[in-house]
């Protein structure tokens, strides 16, 4: 007879597995989305769409994907355009104005700040979203214990993660 091998899916802290699920299907079981009812001001209900989720599902929700937005957009470069044609024309009539060359001249400062900026912000953005994937992939793995209140992955390498810890070892 072959030697049995070991659940993967006992609590490594309390070797129990009544109270172990997939930490994925604790947040989506917590999360509720559904049209309610508000009482208005002069009587009657208004039918509002909202979501709901339980303290457990936001305690074991996943980690934020960081986002880069970049600050030069559309309308930056629309007003920077309009005020290089005002400018142009200005110098066209000899009739320059000192006070559109400052402004002229701040814009393109600002418009440098910006794009450093943004560089800095897209550098680091670069840093963290691999970090973020990584911690994805091992929070997607993770099990919860309700018994203990922790999680785990399946490996058993990892061991027992207290829930107030999972944030820092899902970027160990």
């Not at 049209?35 to 934020?64: D, E, F, I, N």
Request: proline share 7%; net charge positive.
């Amino acid at each position: 007879m072959e030697p049995t091998q070991p659940n993967p899916l006992v609590c490594p802290h309390c070797q129990q597995i009544d109270q172990v699920s997939k930490v994925t299907a604790v947040v989506s079981g917590g999360v509720s989305a559904g049209v309610y009812a508000a009482p208005m001001r002069r009587g009657g209900y208004a039918a509002l769409p909202g979501a709901s989720q339980t303290a457990q599902s936001m305690r074991l929700a996943a980690p934020k994907e960081p986002v880069f937005r970049p600050s030069i957009n559309v309308w930056v470069i629309v007003i920077a355009s309009i005020v290089f044609v005002i400018l142009s024309l200005s110098f066209a009539n000899w009739s320059i104005d000192i006070v559109l060359i400052t402004l002229v001249c701040a814009l393109i400062v600002w418009l440098i700040w910006l794009s450093r900026r943004d560089k800095r912000r897209r550098a680091l953005f670069l840093t963290h979203h691999p970090q973020w994937e990584q911690a994805m992939a091992k929070w997607n793995a993770l099990y919860y214990c309700g018994r203990c209140d922790g999680v785990f992955l399946p490996d058993g390498a990892s061991g027992f993660v207290p829930i107030d810890q999972m944030g820092a070892f899902l970027y160990s």
